[in-house]
């Protein structure tokens, strides 16, 4: 289920070090190596290599939640829920997706422009 040449496959696998500031059975949480705010957490799917959130099948709507569910925790740590806070998937090219291996951005401590760049 996970993939060999895949960076956030290579972190799961704790072949790469990574800071991890969150971990289930389903979900790893780490802080962003290039973060964009002052908090700036990934959170990744552990079981299943997915590419991008257009793959994602009825199948899959659970790891959505738990994703979303794993980011609100942390959210709630960092005490940033009541100001506020960001989550971002990135898609494809012009979204600038990087990391083939869907992830959730929390981006927080800051605040954010709307439009988004
Ligand atoms: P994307 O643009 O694909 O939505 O986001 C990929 C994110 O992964 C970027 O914010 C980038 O800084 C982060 N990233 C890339 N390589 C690594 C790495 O090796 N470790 C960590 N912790 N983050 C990474
Ligand atoms: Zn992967």
Redesign the pocket.
């Known amino acids: 289920m996970l993939c060999s040449d895949c ?1 956030f496959c290579k ?1 799961i696998q704790k072949k ?1 070090p ?2 991890i500031v969150y971990e289930d059975d389903n979900i790893l949480g ?5 973060p ?1 705010a002052p908090v700036h957490v ?1 959170f990744i799917p552990k079981n299943r290599h997915i590419e991008k959130i257009s793959d994602i099948k009825k199948e899959d709507h659970e790891i959505i939640g738990q994703l979303v569910s794993a980011a609100n925790k942390i959210a709630k740590k960092n005490n940033i829920v009541d100001d506020g806070f960001r989550l971002v998937f ?1 898609c494809n090219k012009n979204a ?4 083939f291996h869907i ?1 959730l ?1 929390l981006l927080g401590g800051r605040i954010f422009s709307w439009p988004p760049g």
């Not at 780490?30 to 290039?34: A, C, E, K, L, Q």
């Open positions: 960076l972190i790469i990574a800071d780490f802080n962003d190596i290039n964009q990934l990135n600038g997706q990087a990391v992830h951005h």
